[in-house]
């Protein structure tokens, strides 16, 4: 049996997914088929990275086949995983607390493979609504800038196998949402669409410049940039991974990792008190244009 | 202005209240561009629709300016029951179409 230990914290930081991903690539060179996740000397791990957890999980066994994949976890551990329902889907347990600051851990394989198209919006409406008491508009304004990164999951990294977690941390004021693919990655797409002598992280940033897009029609290149600037609008920050390229807009972090990721890890955050005032960010908008003209 | 209209309805081509997908945005398009032809006021309408994202937009706003005239689409298009959030996608939406396929000096406008 293969066990792997988990380190006392695990924060929401390159430094910490890195260690995750390098057990992840490990696990997927060993041939033993009995692997063990060891939480137990783990007390703290950011709520949001379960959703990370949950892919790395999900391909262990559906794409390199070990199917006997066992979790031990601490209390602490298992508290987190028992309150974004993370224990429930991957072992079937039943969760006891449900009044909770996490936005729940899901799989949209399923949904998606039914041809459920409105899954993710369904998913974060009801998160939002239900859990963390958000106003309506308010939902409908964090929805429609969240929907871009799934469909841009979906379409460009062309999976269904997408999957998220997200955790309120009230101290804060912020939520922070981590976005998972296993699809074909952000440098292989922009590679074969513009330059194939482009690095990772490269690759990353291009892809979050407005107008550009690895789409063949002639609009599109809005998506990532969107959700680029709704992070700045709101106080938050952004970081990618994808293969080798790691990016983090506040740190100014810009590096080729040692360690590949076969997909795509976006993790934001934003002030959700700052979204309170809608109004007025559509008065300011409003006096800047208000006619549409083609 | 045409005396008679082509209405499309969003919501009549998507399940809930947010227009989020292009694979909807595609449908409609394909309509359009099936019962358009040009010879009256084109109107979308969008009752009970919440919020449009730019993945959904970009289709409709393409299949537009790559089928008609842009001084006819200037003349006939409206949009209806249109609210803030949806109208700022799509001029972000047209703007970045005009910006990246669209030189300064064509004089098609």
Same mark, same amino acid.
């Given at each position: ?5 988990f380190?006392?914290?695990? %924060?929401?930081n ?7 991903? +390098? ?11 009995q692997?063990?996740?060891n939480?137990?000397?783990?007390n ?20 390199? +086949?070990?199917?006997?994949?066992y979790?031990?976890c601490?209390? +602490?551990?298992?508290?987190?995983? #028992?309150s974004?329902?993370?224990?429930k889907?991957i ?9 909770t600051?996490?936005?729940?851990? /899901? ?9 459920n198209? %409105? ?5 974060i409406k009801?998160?939002l609504?239900e859990?963390?008491e958000?106003?309506?508009?308010? !939902?409908?304004?964090?929805c ?6 799934f469909?841009?999951?979906?379409? *460009?990294?062309?999976t *269904? +196998? ?12 912020k939520i /922070?949402?981590?976005?998972? =693919? ?6 292989y %797409? ?6 194939k002598?482009?690095?990772?992280? #490269?690759?990353?940033?291009?892809s ?6 690895? /789409? ?11 959700i680029?600037?709704?992070?700045? #609008?709101?106080?938050?920050n952004?970081?990618? !991974?994808?293969?080798n390229? #790691? ?14 990721f =076969?997909?795509?890890i976006?993790s !934001?955050?934003?002030?959700?008190t ?7 960010m ?7 244009k ?5 | 202005m ?5 209405e499309?309805?969003?919501k009549?081509?998507v ?30 309408n969008?009752?009970k ?14 299949a537009l300016?790559?089928?008609?005239d842009?001084?006819d ?13 949806i109208k700022?996608?799509?001029?972000k ?17």
């Amino acid at each position: 049996m293969y066990i792997y230990h988990f380190p006392r914290k695990i %924060n929401n930081n390159f430094n910490d997914i890195n260690k995750v991903i +390098n057990v992840y690539n490990k696990i997927k060179k060993i041939k033993d088929n009995q692997i063990t996740l060891n939480f137990s000397d783990t007390n703290w791990m950011s709520g949001e990275l379960v959703a990370l957890l949950g892919a790395i999980c999900y391909n262990i066994k559906h794409k390199y +086949n070990k199917e006997n994949l066992y979790i031990a976890c601490s209390k +602490n551990i298992e508290t987190t995983f #028992q309150s974004n329902n993370f224990s429930k889907q991957i072992t079937n347990m039943q969760i006891g607390n449900t009044k909770t600051t996490a936005i729940e851990y /899901k799989c949209f394989t399923e949904e998606l493979n039914n041809n459920n198209l %409105n899954c993710f919006d369904d998913y974060i409406k009801k998160e939002l609504n239900e859990k963390l008491e958000f106003k309506q508009e308010e !939902i409908d304004y964090i929805c429609l800038f969240l929907s871009e990164i799934f469909v841009n999951a979906r379409t *460009h990294g062309r999976t *269904h +196998n997408i999957f998220c977690c997200g955790q309120k941390y009230p101290k804060m004021n912020k939520i /922070k949402i981590l976005l998972v =693919d296993l699809g074909i990655g952000i440098p292989y %797409n922009v590679r074969n669409r513009v330059d194939k002598t482009m690095n990772d992280i #490269q690759c990353i940033k291009w892809s979050l410049k407005k107008g550009n897009s690895t /789409k063949i029609e002639n609009a599109g290149g809005l998506g990532l940039y969107d959700i680029f600037e709704f992070v700045k #609008q709101h106080d938050g920050n952004i970081s990618i !991974i994808s293969s080798n390229g #790691q990016f983090n807009y506040n740190e100014n972090i810009e590096i080729i990792s040692k360690e590949n990721f =076969d997909g795509t890890i976006i993790s !934001i955050e934003f002030d959700y008190t700052s979204i309170r005032n809608i109004e007025n960010m559509f008065k300011n908008i409003r006096k800047e244009k208000n006619f549409i003209e083609f | 202005m045409f005396k008679s209209d082509y209405e499309i309805k969003i919501k009549d081509f998507v399940k809930n209240e947010y227009a989020h997908n292009p694979e909807d945005g595609e449908k409609i398009a394909n309509e359009i561009l099936k019962n358009y032809k040009g010879d009256r006021n084109i109107i979308i309408n969008f009752e009970k629709i919440k919020t449009v994202n730019t993945a959904f937009a970009n289709k409709i706003i393409e299949a537009l300016y790559e089928n008609y005239d842009r001084k006819d689409l200037n003349k006939y298009f409206s949009m209806k029951n249109i609210n803030e959030l949806i109208k700022i996608t799509i001029i972000k939406v047209i703007e970045n179409y005009k910006e990246v396929n669209i030189d300064d000096n064509d004089d098609s406008k």
